[in-house]
């Protein structure tokens, strides 16, 4: 009995051009996601709130995907991909344009709401790209194509902190002593203007979005169709439930747990870096750097995968080299420590591209609701950065307690917290050994 397996039968000299739009939509949607990296010590400030509630910026964004990856599969298979990826980019815009009132309110959660819509709108972007890119081509070869998206993604990334840092941080320490002086009235005012400098920014993003949304509609995209292969049998069964997967479902956990420290080492490392007392005039470029070290990574995946290593090579490394990096950044002090973080984006860029091949083989006509699974499996970044900031704020207080002063306090605080790194590394290297054979040895 034949069913569909990931692999299409689009000739390879078809590709090129699709693979480029695609590279595009990872851009987009890489330009708009690192942002948060500036926008969490934007908020903190403008809002006055704590380190974890400020990552509840990372949160709106990235739970949207448990909450949308569902629908939106259902989406694109009324729809289907072309009309689904327009749809994903003007839901972008609508969040983006929440922006507006969101500042003139200067109101936490309607910021939240915006952020959430765009990450809707990501969602169902997402949901459609990415098993797209894999299914373009060899199974075998589907993490260079990814390779190549993350490529697209972070140099987006990086461009996208670097702007938004400079739009949003240029002058905060200023304010923040400006607010230890200033009156209750003058402090609504200094607040509500730095609050405003989002509007033209997200109005601009707003307008580009939409024209990007009625674009991708004339978008030369081929449907992809998939080869027959045998379907997996457990004994002497078809396969006839999701459930029947292991290899797929701790693929999705280690997918929530990667996404959860990609997060962490992206978003968090501006922040970090302020309270090492580093000066935002440097600290608003960190988040670059963990980006470029991704960039840099990604593009070793693309020359040795799979002609040099495999998928699941690439995946031991990088679990491998996550964890080391992680005792590092414990284990070391200041500006030295910020650059381990930096450095977790050498051994965070192969993880998604090993994982997503990996966690689909051999799923047949179960391939669509797999890969709306591990869309689902995007909230990590929701969940881990929550975790990150709440482990901070509760060591802060115990070394506050201990008669350290606040600032020394807020330091080593925020240092521990990465400890939560190490046991999310160390089940992506058991995926990457033999998480992702289970229930295919047989087969």
Not at 260 to 286: C, H, M, N, Q, W
Not at 288 to 297: P, Q
Request: net charge positive; proline share 5%.
């Amino acid at each position: 009995m034949t069913t569909n397996q990931p692999a299409s039968t689009t000739p390879k000299n078809n590709t090129l051009v699709p693979i480029a739009i695609i590279a595009g939509l990872f851009f987009i949607f890489g330009f708009v996601t690192w942002i948060n990296g500036a926008l969490i010590p934007f908020m903190k400030t403008i809002n006055e709130l704590t380190d974890t509630q400020s990552y509840l910026v990372a949160s709106a964004s990235y739970i949207s995907f448990v909450v949308m990856a569902l629908p939106a599969s259902y989406i694109l298979k009324k729809i289907g991909y072309k009309k689904g990826m327009s749809l994903g980019l003007i839901i972008m815009a609508v969040g983006a344009l929440v922006f507006i009132p969101a500042a003139e309110a200067r109101t936490y959660w309607i910021f939240l709401t915006g952020i959430f819509i765009q990450g809707a709108g990501m969602t169902l972007l997402q949901t459609a790209s990415n098993p797209y890119i894999t299914i373009l081509g060899p199974i075998d070869s589907a993490a260079k194509r990814i390779a190549i998206m993350g490529i697209a993604n972070k140099v987006a990334g990086g461009l996208g902190s670097v702007i938004f840092g400079a739009i949003l941080l240029s002058g905060i320490g200023g304010v923040k002593e400006q607010l230890a002086t200033v009156s209750a009235e003058e402090k609504i005012t200094v607040l509500n203007t730095m609050a405003d400098s989002v509007v033209i920014p997200y109005i601009i993003m707003a307008i580009v979005l939409f024209i990007l949304g009625l674009l991708i509609l004339k978008a030369p995209l081929p449907n992809v169709t998939a080869q027959p292969i045998e379907v997996p049998k457990e004994g002497h069964k078809t396969k006839t439930s999701i459930f029947q997967f292991p290899h797929l479902w701790l693929g999705v956990f280690a997918l929530f747990l990667y996404v959860g420290v990609e997060v962490i080492a992206g978003d968090t490392i501006i922040a970090y870096g302020i309270s090492l007392d580093i000066p935002v005039e440097r600290a608003k470029f960190f988040t670059l750097f963990t980006l470029m070290a991704m960039v840099a990574t990604y593009a070793l995946g693309v020359a040795l995968i799979p002609k040099i290593i495999s998928q699941a090579f690439a995946l031991r490394a990088s679990a491998i080299i996550g964890i080391v990096f992680s005792l590092c950044i414990v284990s070391t002090s200041g500006f030295i420590s910020v650059l381990f973080v930096a450095a977790l984006g050498i051994a965070n860029a192969l993880v998604w591209p090993a994982i997503w091949p990996l966690a689909l083989t051999g799923l047949g006509k179960f391939t669509e609701r797999g890969a709306a699974l591990l869309i689902m499996a995007i909230s990590g970044g929701a969940i881990l950065p929550l975790l990150y900031g709440a482990l901070v704020d509760h060591k802060k207080e115990a070394y506050v307690a201990s008669a350290i002063t606040e600032a020394s306090a807020t330091a080593q605080a925020a240092t521990f917290g990465y400890w939560i790194l190490v046991p999310c590394y160390v089940f992506i290297l058991y995926y990457a050994f033999w998480g992702h054979k289970r229930g295919l040895e047989n087969n």
